[in-house]
């Protein structure tokens, strides 16, 4: 499985509405709204490199409102913790 970490940069008055369309995109596991120099970071699994191109500029950089994006692949995974474990506030 091939992970890649796509931090998206979004208009801010339609925040929600793209975060739920990313979501909806197959591929795409997780999408987290989050502070600093971007607006969202979106988790998106597949199984070969080239779905990487159908799922992150094929179909989510083309949502209405999506700004920008920049995309780091995973190497390794170094924690065995369940991601939403790790990206809990304890709530």
Same mark, same amino acid.
């Given at each position: 499985m091939i992970t890649a970490i796509v931090m998206i940069k979004a208009d801010v008055d339609r *925040?929600?509405?793209v975060a739920e369309e990313i979501a909806e995109v197959e591929g795409v596991s997780e999408v987290y709204s989050?502070?600093? &120099?971007? &607006? %969202? *970071?979106? %988790?998106v699994r597949v199984r070969r490199h080239d779905e990487l191109a159908e799922v992150i500029p094929g179909r989510v950089n083309k949502i209405p409102g999506v700004r920008s994006s920049d995309t780091h692949i995973a190497f390794d995974a170094y924690s065995q913790h369940d991601l939403e474990a790790a990206f809990s506030l304890g709530i």
């Amino acid at each position: 499985m091939i992970t890649a970490i796509v931090m998206i940069k979004a208009d801010v008055d339609r *925040i929600p509405e793209v975060a739920e369309e990313i979501a909806e995109v197959e591929g795409v596991s997780e999408v987290y709204s989050v502070t600093g &120099d971007v &607006d %969202l *970071i979106a %988790l998106v699994r597949v199984r070969r490199h080239d779905e990487l191109a159908e799922v992150i500029p094929g179909r989510v950089n083309k949502i209405p409102g999506v700004r920008s994006s920049d995309t780091h692949i995973a190497f390794d995974a170094y924690s065995q913790h369940d991601l939403e474990a790790a990206f809990s506030l304890g709530i």
